[in-house]
């Protein structure tokens, strides 16, 4: 069992930074792909950026410039620097991981992410 917990969140006005952090616990294991995730009111949960244990990222077309997701394998931490805030970048954001031989993706419970005009 891994256990994520997700913390940074807040309100902040647009054009401004905030940064996101998710520590993932628990029985131990390694962890291959780990990122973020986001939804919108009315809208489905969508990929923000990912990062693997590797270094390779993906992102959102969205963020693509403003945000940074960025880790730390030896306390199992992945971060989300989120800069140049926009209103459509409200959301709840969702910390997510794959490790490496289990059955299953965990999920956080969520951050709030507010960003006003």
């Known amino acids: 069992q891994v256990q994520l917990v997700e913390s940074g969140g807040g309100l902040v006005q647009a054009g401004g930074p905030l940064r996101l952090s998710c520590a993932a616990s628990g029985r131990r294991f390694i962890i291959n792909t780990m990122g973020w995730y986001r939804q919108a009111p009315g809208k489905q949960r969508e990929l923000v950026a990912v990062?693997?244990?590797?270094?390779?990222?993906n992102y959102a077309d969205s963020v693509k410039g403003r945000f940074t997701v960025s880790r730390d394998n030896a306390k199992n931490t992945v971060y989300l620097q989120m800069n140049m805030l926009k209103p459509e970048d409200t959301a709840v954001y969702y910390c997510n991981a794959d490790p490496i031989g289990a059955p299953r993706a965990y999920w956080g419970q969520g951050t709030q992410v507010t960003v006003s005009a």
């Open positions: 990062i693997t244990r590797g270094g390779n990222t």
